[in-house]
Nanobody, 115 residues
């Protein structure tokens, strides 16, 4: 079982920035694709951005040009740089990790953007 721990959330005004981090550990398999998901109040969890081990990225249309995903394979850490934040970016952000065909999720980190 892979342990996944997110950090970096908080309260920020619209237009501000936050950087989320996700640390994966304990897997006996090589860590594959890692991604960030947003669960907004009253909505389903949705993909925000994902990155393969090789560096290919995918972004939701709503965050293109504002968010940047990156990772350090040496320590299985994933980041999400969030700029020009909007109130609709508010929600709990979860990190999803794929390893050996299994998926693991963290507990989430709260992001609140005030208008």
């Amino acid at each position: 079982q892979t342990q996944v721990v997110e950090s970096g959330g908080g309260l920020v005004q619209a237009g501000g920035s936050l950087r989320l981090s996700c640390a994966a550990s304990g897997s006996i398999f090589s860590i594959g694709t890692m991604g960030w998901y947003q669960e907004a109040p009253g909505k389903l969890r949705e993909l925000v951005a994902a990155m393969t081990r090789g560096g290919n990225t995918h972004y939701a249309d709503s965050v293109k040009g504002r968010f940047t995903i990156s990772r350090e394979n040496s320590n299985n850490t994933l980041y999400l740089q969030m700029n020009s934040l909007k109130p609709e970016d508010t929600g709990v952000y979860y990190c999803r990790v794929l390893a050996g065909g299994f998926e693991s999720w963290g507990q989430g980190t709260q992001v609140t953007v005030s208008s």
